[in-house]
C-alpha cells in the first residue's frame, strides 16, 4: 500500500513538472516577443517586462499596459482588474512593477487597428518596482558655478565695451 | 498679379476653421480612395 | 579676419539667444522637482552663455553682412545649436557618450526625430520637454526666432532670413513676418495642445503627464519633428483619436507659411491653384493608393482600419516629414515592397517650401513634372512655335529654364545626399534596403527608422547621420559656402589683412 501511495506521488510529481515545461514557454523580453510575433503571429508567451507610464483606455473596457525591458517595450492588453493590480509603473525616478503576462501575440491585431501586441490572460507581478535615486552629484555644481561667474564676467566687460563705444 | 500685404490677422479664426476643414477633408477623401483601391486589388 | 569676427559676433548672440531657451525645461525641472536635471540646465545655460558672449566680444560692433556671409552664419548656427543644446542632455545619464547627445540635439533641432536616446522610458520630464523643444526652436527657424525677438542682428537681419532658406513675402518687414509665423504657430499648438490634452484625460493619463505629452507631441507633430517621449514613440498610446488629430497637426506643419497667411487673410482660392499644394495632395494621393494595394495583397494588415491607421499614418507622417512611427523597426518588412517604396518615396519627395518639412520638396517636383510635360509639348509643335506654360505659385509665372534648372539641381543635391547615405550604410555591414531607408530618413528630415539608428550604432554612421540632417535642413547651399570658405582660407590665405 506504502508503496503503491510512494509511486503515485512520484508520478503526480513528475507530470506536474513535466506539463509544466511543456505548456508554459520560457518568459521572453518584450525585443524577443516582438520577434517572435512578426515570426508566428498567434503565438503564445510569456513576457516579463517593466510596466511602463501608466494602464490606457483599451476597447471593450479593457486596459493597455506596455512593459519594457533595455530599450524596447511591448503593449499588453488586459482587463481592468488585471490592471488595478500592478502597483506602481515606470517613470522617472521610479522603477515600475516587473509584470509576467501570458498570453497570445499578434503581430497585426485585426482587433486594436494592427498594433502588434499581446492579448493577456494571465499577469503576475514578479517585482513592485519602486524609487529610482537620481543623485546630486557636486562637481556639476561647481561646474555651473564656475561657468556662470566666466558668463557673469563676459557679460559685464560686453556691456563695458559697448559703452564705451557708446552702442549701449 | 502681385500680391497683397493686406493684414493677415484679419480673418485669423475663420481662416483657421477652414484649414481645419481642409485637412480633416482631405483625409476623409484619402481615407475613401486607400478604401476603394484596396477593394479592386484584393 | 574682419569677416571671422563678424560671423563670431552674431554666432554668439543666437548662442546666447538659444541659452535663453533653456529656461524652459529648466522651469519645468524646478515645477516638477527634478533636481538633478535642474542643474544640467543651469549648466546649460552657463556654459552656453559663456560660449556664446566670448564669441560675441569678437566684434561689438555689429557689422553689417554680406549674404555670403549670412550663409555662413546660418550653417555655424545649427551646428552650434546641436553641440551647445546637446550639453544639458549629455549630463542626463540617458547618452552614453557627447555624440550621442549631439546626435539627438541635431535631430531634435532639424526636425528629424530620429533618436539614440538610452531608457527614454524613465527620462526626466524636463530633459523630455528640451528635446521636445528643439522641434519648436528648430522648425520656426533659429534666425527666424532670432530676427523675431528682435534680437540686436541690425542690419544683418534680412541677410540671414534669406540664408535659412525662406523666401515668404507674408509681410514686406522680415521681422513682421518672422512675428506672424510664430502667430499661426501659437493657434496651431494651442489648439493642438488642448485637444491632446482632453484625448489623454479620457485615456487615462493624469493630469501632468496628459498636459505634458499633449504639448510635445503637438509640436513633434506641427513641426514636423517627430520625437516622442516613449521607446514606443506614438505606438505607446494605442490610440486612434490621438494618432487622428496627429495626421491634423502634421498636414498643418507641413503647409507653406504663406499658405496660412492666405487663409488667414480669408483667401480660400490659392490653396487650390497653387501647384505645390496640388503637387503634395496628389503625391499623398498615389501612394496611398500603392500602400492600399500592398496591404490588402499582403492579407496581413488588410481590414480597412489597418489600412488607414498604419498605412495611410506613415504615408502621411513621412511625405510631412513628421517621422512619427507606430510600429516597431521590424515590422516595415509587413508592408509589402510596394508599400515600403511608397513609404520611402513619400519621405524623399518631402512637404512644401517654407514650412518645417523636409525632402526635395513638392513644389519643386511639380516644376520638375510640369517642365517634362512642357518638353513633350515643344517636341510635339512645330519648331517655330513658342510654347509656354504657366503655373500658380502663389502669384501666375511660366515655366521658365532657370526655374526648372533651380528645382533640378536640389533634386540632385538630394538625390545624391540619399545614395551616398544608402552606400554608407551598406557598407557598415546594414541591409541595403535599411540602409536607403534610414539615409532618406535622415537626409530628409523625417525620422522613421528601420533600427539601424540606436545607441549601439558605430560610431562613423553616427557622425555621418549627423552631417546629413544637418546638410538636408539646410538644402545644402549654406553647406556649400561654408566648405568653399573654408577651403578657399585655406588654400588661399589673405595676403594682408582687411
Not at chain 2, 8 to 27: C, D, K, M, Q, T
Not at chain 3, 87 to 92: E, R, V
Not at chain 3, 289 to 308: C, K, M, N, Y
Request: hydrophobic share 55%; with cysteine.
Amino acid at each position: 500500500m506504502r508503496r503503491l501511495v510512494v509511486i503515485a506521488l512520484c508520478a503526480a510529481l513528475v507530470l506536474s513538472v513535466a506539463t509544466r515545461a511543456v505548456a508554459a514557454p520560457a518568459p521572453l523580453t518584450p525585443a524577443e516577443a516582438v520577434a517572435l510575433a512578426l515570426e508566428s503571429d498567434g503565438a503564445p508567451a510569456t513576457v516579463h517586462g517593466e510596466a511602463l507610464g501608466e494602464a490606457l483606455a483599451a476597447p471593450g473596457g479593457k486596459r493597455w499596459v506596455n512593459i519594457g525591458r533595455e530599450g524596447t517595450a511591448i503593449g499588453v492588453v488586459m482587463t481592468a482588474e488585471q490592471a488595478a493590480e500592478v502597483p506602481r509603473f515606470g517613470l522617472y525616478r521610479q522603477r515600475g512593477a516587473t509584470l509576467e503576462v501570458s498570453g497570445v501575440l499578434n503581430s497585426a491585431c485585426d482587433e486594436h487597428g494592427g498594433d502588434l501586441d499581446l492579448h493577456a490572460d494571465t499577469v503576475s507581478v514578479l517585482d513592485e518596482g519602486g524609487a529610482i535615486v537620481d543623485p546630486l552629484h557636486p562637481g556639476k555644481l561647481w561646474l555651473a558655478g564656475a561657468s556662470a561667474t566666466i558668463a557673469l564676467a563676459l557679460w559685464a566687460r560686453y556691456r563695458q565695451l559697448r559703452r564705451r563705444r557708446h552702442l549701449a | 498679379m502681385e500680391r497683397s500685404y493686406s493684414n493677415p490677422y484679419r480673418h485669423w479664426i475663420s481662416g483657421f476653421l477652414l484649414e481645419v476643414a481642409v485637412f480633416l477633408g482631405f483625409l476623409v477623401a484619402l481615407a475613401a480612395l486607400a478604401f476603394v483601391v484596396a477593394r479592386l486589388a484584393g | 579676419m574682419r569677416e571671422v569676427r563678424a560671423i563670431a559676433h552674431y554666432l554668439g548672440i543666437l548662442i546666447v539667444g538659444l541659452a535663453m531657451t533653456m529656461l524652459i525645461p529648466l522651469a519645468t525641472a524646478l515645477a516638477l522637482g527634478e533636481w538633478e536635471p535642474a542643474i544640467d540646465y543651469v549648466l546649460g545655460i552657463a556654459i552656453a552663455c559663456a560660449i556664446g558672449l566670448a564669441l560675441a566680444l569678437a566684434d561689438i560692433t555689429s557689422p553689417s553682412i554680406s549674404h555670403r556671409q549670412a550663409l555662413m552664419i546660418s550653417a555655424l548656427a545649427w551646428l552650434s545649436a546641436a553641440v551647445i543644446g546637446a550639453i544639458p542632455l549629455a549630463f542626463s545619464g540617458n547618452y552614453p557618450t557627447f555624440i550621442d547627445a549631439v546626435f539627438d540635439s541635431m535631430s531634435g533641432f532639424t526636425t528629424s526625430g530620429l533618436t539614440v536616446a538610452v531608457d527614454l522610458d524613465h527620462m526626466a520630464a524636463s530633459h523630455n520637454m528640451w528635446r521636445h523643444l528643439t522641434h519648436l526652436i528648430g522648425g520656426q527657424g533659429i534666425i527666424v526666432a532670432a530676427v523675431s525677438l528682435a534680437i540686436a542682428i541690425k542690419g544683418g537681419a534680412f541677410s540671414l532670413y534669406l540664408a535659412e532658406g525662406r523666401d515668404e513675402r507674408i509681410l514686406p518687414n522680415v521681422v513682421h513676418t518672422g512675428r506672424f509665423i510664430w502667430f499661426v504657430t501659437a493657434i496651431w499648438v494651442t489648439v493642438g495642445t488642448v485637444m491632446l490634452t482632453i484625448i489623454n484625460l479620457v485615456a487615462g493619463m493624469d493630469v501632468v503627464r496628459s498636459s505634458l505629452h499633449a504639448f510635445w507631441l503637438t509640436i513633434a507633430a506641427f513641426d514636423t519633428g517627430g520625437f516622442g517621449p516613449h521607446s514606443q514613440n506614438v505606438l505607446y498610446y494605442h490610440n486612434p483619436y490621438l494618432e487622428g488629430a496627429l495626421l491634423v497637426l502634421m498636414l498643418a506643419g507641413t503647409v507653406n507659411f504663406n499658405l496660412h497667411a492666405d487663409l488667414f487673410r480669408g483667401d480660400r482660392t490659392e490653396m487650390f491653384k497653387n501647384l505645390e499644394a496640388r503637387t503634395l495632395a496628389a503625391n499623398i494621393a498615389v501612394l496611398v493608393g500603392f500602400i492600399a494595394v500592398s496591404f490588402s495583397l499582403g492579407q496581413l494588415l488588410a481590414t480597412d482600419w489597418e489600412i488607414w491607421r498604419k498605412g495611410v499614418f506613415h504615408i502621411i507622417s513621412a511625405n510631412s516629414g513628421t517621422g512619427h512611427q507606430t510600429v516597431y523597426a521590424a515590422q516595415w518588412s509587413q508592408f509589402g515592397g510596394a508599400g515600403l517604396i511608397a513609404v520611402v518615396l513619400a519621405m524623399a519627395f518631402g512637404g512644401m517650401v517654407s514650412s518645417t518639412a523636409g525632402g526635395i520638396k513638392s513644389l519643386r517636383i511639380g516644376m520638375i513634372l510640369y517642365s517634362v510635360v512642357l518638353s513633350a509639348k515643344k517636341a510635339l509643335s512645330p519648331p517655330s512655335a513658342v510654347v509656354r506654360m504657366r503655373f500658380h505659385h502663389l502669384v501666375d509665372r511660366i515655366v521658365t529654364p532657370e526655374i526648372v534648372a533651380s528645382a533640378l539641381t536640389y533634386f540632385t543635391l538630394y538625390m545624391i545626399s540619399y545614395i551616398t547615405g544608402g552606400l554608407v550604410g551598406a557598407g557598415y555591414g546594414y541591409e541595403a534596403g535599411a540602409a536607403m531607408f534610414e539615409s532618406v530618413s535622415a537626409a530628409a528630415n523625417v525620422g522613421l527608422s528601420t533600427g539601424i539608428t540606436s545607441p549601439t550604432m558605430p560610431v562613423g554612421l553616427k557622425l555621418f547621420y549627423i552631417v546629413q540632417m544637418w546638410a538636408g535642413r539646410l538644402e545644402y547651399l549654406s553647406l556649400i559656402a561654408l566648405a568653399v570658405a573654408l577651403m578657399l582660407a585655406i588654400f588661399r590665405p589673405r595676403r594682408e589683412q582687411a
